[in-house]
């Protein structure tokens, strides 16, 4: 039986890449989702331009996950090629390499600590502290993590929180994030302009939209789920929140290939050097990660997730308010 760091290192063997399949799955779902942008602009119908429109935001989701594998350097790693793919579409969609690399870096660090800064993820207040904020700070807490501002994650979680909120704290070291904005809005401004604004909803706001709500759900989910435990600091440790505190989200084979597998989170926070393609490997060869805590998309799970706002340190759990 594996417990703690005898975990982490029999997750070692498959933290290496087959470089062949990384450009694979890389230039395959880039063009993909190239070919389906292209779709909302040359169809001979409507509702084929619509289909092409849904599928881009959902394609946005998979390469943005491939993307966040390479800053975890676990693919494609020292690449120039790659860096110059990967920087391009993190302007793209308004996670500049900069600001997502320091957050992420601290939220895996840190993730499940009680008493850390929600640097990176959703804040988690306990009951007692919550109980003891002015109406204000409540609303603001209740706000953030509220299912509209999840479903309009392309507006607070990548607008403001990825690039305008990190222009405003430290503009120095987040140069990238105004790069980003300027990108963003410049090849949007183009579509209106020469392409016209029906073209403008299909081709950028329909896609961006579903990739940013399902990107904010994703991240949200995978550590505010029904069986999620927090700790104090002192007590925290590495595994214990890649067990404890990360899900596995079990999704049909569809939406699995479209989150290139960031549904095996707490796989993926046991060890972030493990390629995504590899991921469904891990689970099958190490018994111990196949009692994963659990959630899905079903709509009764989602609303289970979404009831969840603080928590109870006495009941071990997260709670509603």
């Known amino acids: 039986m594996l417990t703690g760091k005898q975990l982490i290192l029999a997750t070692r063997p498959f933290a290496k890449e087959d470089r062949k399949k990384s450009w694979f799955y890389t230039i395959s779902t880039l063009l993909i989702l190239i070919a389906f942008l292209y779709g909302t602009v040359h169809n001979f119908h409507w509702i084929l331009k619509l289909i092409c429109s849904i599928g881009s935001g959902l394609l946005i989701v998979r390469m943005f996950v491939i993307y966040h594998d390479h800053q975890h350097k676990a693919i494609l790693d ?13 302007f793209y969609v308004l996670a500049p390499s900069g600001i997502w690399s320091r957050s992420h870096d601290y939220h895996h660090k840190n993730n499940s600590k009680l008493f850390s800064a929600s640097i990176g993820s959703y804040p988690i207040y306990t009951k007692q502290k919550f109980e003891k904020l002015s109406k204000g700070e409540k609303m603001h807490y209740l706000f953030i993590r509220h299912p509209l501002t999840i ?47 029906q073209t403008w909803i299909l081709m950028c706001a329909i896609p961006h939209f579903i990739s940013g709500a399902m990107g904010a759900y994703l ?41 290139a597998n960031i549904g ?44 969840l706002k603080v928590y109870d340190f006495e009941k071990q759990e997260l709670v509603g308010v």
Not at 276 to 290: C, G, H, N, S, T
Request: hydrophobic fraction near 50%; aromatic fraction near 20%; proline fraction near 4%.
């Open 78 to 90: 020292k690449s120039p090629i790659a860096k110059i793919i990967f920087t391009l579409f993190g």
């Open 151 to 197: 479903l309009f994650g392309y507006i607070f979680a990548f607008l403001y929180g990825m690039c305008i909120k990190s222009i405003i704290n430290r503009f120095s070291k987040h140069i990238d994030s105004m790069f980003a904005l300027v990108f963003h809005f410049s090849y949007q401004a183009l579509v209106f302009y020469f392409l016209g604004w």
């Open 219 to 259: 991240f949200y989910a995978q550590h505010n789920f029904p069986g999620s435990t927090f700790v104090g600091n002192e007590e925290w440790t590495y595994e214990g929140a890649a067990l404890e505190s990360s899900s596995y989200m079990k999704l049909n084979v569809f939406f699995q290939w479209v989150s």
């Open 264 to 307: 095996f989170h707490h796989i993926h926070h046991l060890n972030a050097r493990i390629p995504f393609y590899r991921l469904p490997e891990v689970m099958k060869a190490i018994p111990e990660l196949q009692a994963a805590k659990t959630t899905s998309l079903k709509p009764k799970d989602v609303i289970a997730c979404f009831k």
